[in-house]
């Protein structure tokens, strides 16, 4: 599936909103979404389909020693085709330059999925935060990839 990535801005709520909806047990609020939009070290980016609508996405804020990724969603109907693995890829030639931050994510312990993914994509398990997860308490993996991941054991 090919897809044009973009940065997203405001007018990309709805089309956010309803891939969030769709894609976690407890979604983002809109004004959740509006303040990453706004801030200066957030990276928010789009994949959009030949008809120009939103497929998925990809929200990551930048600390002193990681970019990390706050949320990462495709929609139901484009998911297993690679989006989420090329929303990652162009985060990593994005950011590409910054090379001494890493990346760290949280992930359900139970989404043996998307663990695979960032397993594929570089990432190691380093930690977990227990009961993270507010709509069940499920604990979440904590994972990094390059520089500030190597301090951890």
């Not at 709520?13 to 509006?34: G, H, Q, V």
């Not at 928010?44 to 020693?65: H, K, M, N, P, Q």
């Amino acid at each position: 599936m090919t897809s044009k990535l973009r940065l997203l801005g405001v007018a990309d709520l709805d089309a956010i909103e309803r891939i969030e909806r769709a894609s976690y047990p407890a979604p983002w609020s809109r004004s959740m979404f509006t303040g990453e939009l706004a801030k200066p070290g957030s990276l928010c980016i789009g994949a959009f389909d030949s008809d120009a609508e939103l497929t998925g996405f990809l929200v990551v804020s930048r600390y002193v020693d990681a970019w990390h990724v706050m949320n990462l969603a495709v929609a139901p109907e484009n998911r297993r085709v690679g989006l989420a693995t090329t929303l990652m890829q162009q985060l990593f030639e994005q950011t590409a330059e910054d090379g001494n931050r890493g990346y760290t994510l949280e992930v359900r312990v139970s989404n043996a999925e998307a663990i695979r993914l960032y397993e594929r994509l570089g990432f190691a398990a380093k930690g977990v935060r227990p009961g993270y997860y507010t709509d069940n308490r499920e604990d979440a993996l904590i994972m990094w990839k390059g520089p500030a991941g190597d301090e951890f054991p």
